[in-house]
């Protein structure tokens, strides 16, 4: 990613990970303190970019009719709805009628707790969450957090949180439902695959400290990475940990990206010049109706020779920039990929100031492997499918791992593709 497009954000809804986002500046409204009627007439107004064809007379009767004959009701002790609400409400309902979990208005309250989660201000249940097949859905969850240590898993898609049911809920709602103070309970209704009832797992809200990378080498010298985000400093971090690689006196490598919700696209490109010569394509980025694509290369680095013996594991959890990373290295048969299909999430978002206190972030292109297929259709699925099933997670085994080892010690290893109910 070039500093001349400026840092790019992968959304992923975080209430205790701090993802690497950043964000394009776009273009604010000086709107001041004029009334909330005066800015929507401004938004809607036929010289700032109105389409010539829409009526909006319909909004504005709607807008008279609530204003006339809604009654509100003085018996409960909920906030009253301001004008200035209902142009939020509006802009949230545009925005929403697009039909893309990852573009969202973020009103002031949300703008703010986005600032929070991406600074790493926050507490929680260590765990990310995104919108999968309409369903809101665990990417992954943190190492050593309590949603781990309960018993949640990537891929479990949450069908309750506390008392309020998930369907057509959106990521922001979920956030919201979910965040809350140190200590504090909060409850999920699960469902899992290959499990037939509903789960119920109760998670105590905690301070969430965020891990980047760590590195070990196993008792038979094959040397593991584990990447835990792409993080701004990840890239620096990976090359330290491939130094640490070269002077372990092996050639047998694991990159474990498992429950790796991505981040930087810069550093997946960093990381993946490591093993490519220059100029070789890993990711495209097309932005579609006449924009124009945009080819990520390889810088070059290509320290490895052909001796290098290299497997990456994935999961439900990776996502984003750890699809592009095992995506490529993967295509051009640098490395094995062993585990489950990745979760599908190669679209890129751009955060756009549209008050001095509210943005709207919205999806401006998607990203291919540089075999052309679509990230976010279907995901990367890996040469060797294992799964992770919740028996090897309360044995406290690693049956991927496990198959890691096996295929870099010589021994024949065969794909176990899970069987959908």
């Given amino acids: 990613m070039s500093n001349s497009r400026g840092l790019r954000i992968f959304f992923i809804i975080v209430f205790v990970l701090c993802v690497t986002a950043a964000f394009f500046v776009g273009v604010r409204f000086g709107y001041g303190n004029r009334p909330a009627v005066e800015k929507v007439s401004v938004l809607l107004n036929k010289e700032n970019d109105k389409p010539g064809n829409v009526d909006f007379s319909p909004f504005w009767k709607a807008w008279s009719i609530l204003n006339e004959k809604y009654v509100i009701d003085h018996s409960t002790s909920s906030p009253k709805i301001t004008d200035q609400d209902k142009v939020w409400g509006a802009v949230s309902g545009l925005v929403n009628s697009l039909g893309d979990p990852y573009t969202v208005f973020l009103p002031p309250e949300k703008k703010k707790r986005f600032e929070d989660d991406i600074s790493g201000n926050f507490s929680g249940v260590g765990m990310e969450v995104g919108i ?66 509903p789960i119920d797992i109760t998670v105590i809200r905690d301070t969430i400290t965020i891990p980047t990378l760590d590195t070990k080498t196993l008792d038979n010298g094959i040397f593991v990475i584990k990447l835990y985000n792409f993080s701004a400093p990840s890239a620096d971090l990976f090359r330290q940990a491939l130094r640490d690689f070269i002077n372990a006196k092996t050639d047998k490598l694991i990159i474990d990206l498992r429950g790796n919700p991505g981040g930087f696209l810069e550093a997946a490109t960093d990381m993946a010049s490591w093993f490519l010569p220059k100029d070789k394509p890993i990711v495209i980025e097309k932005h579609g109706d006449g924009g124009e694509d945009k080819v990520y290369k390889s810088r070059g680095y290509d320290v490895f020779t052909d001796k290098l013996k290299m497997v990456i594991l994935v999961d439900r959890g990776s996502a984003s920039a750890s699809e592009i990373l095992a995506g490529a290295l993967s295509e051009y048969k640098i490395a094995t990929l062993v585990g489950e299909t990745t979760f599908g999430k190669g679209s890129v978002q751009e955060l756009v100031p549209l008050t001095s206190d509210s ?29 992770f099933t919740e028996e090897a997670f309360k044995a406290g085994t690693d049956p991927q791992q496990e198959a890691a080892v096996k295929i870099l010690l010589g021994e024949k290893v065969a794909s176990q593709p899970a069987v959908k109910k």
């Fill in 132 to 197: 999968k097949d309409g369903i809101v859905t665990v990417i992954a969850p943190l190492p050593d957090s309590p949603a781990k240590k309960a018993g949640i898993l990537a891929g479990d898609k949450i069908l309750k949180i506390d008392d309020t049911i998930t369907s057509d809920m959106s990521t922001d709602e979920a956030v919201s439902l979910i965040r809350g103070e140190k200590g504090k309970p909060v409850k999920f209704i699960l469902a899992r695959e290959k499990v037939d009832k």
């Fill in 359 to 387: 943005s709207i972030k919205i999806t401006i292109a998607k990203w291919y492997t540089p075999l052309g297929k679509s990230i976010s259709k279907s995901g990367i699925t890996p040469e060797i499918e294992i799964p």
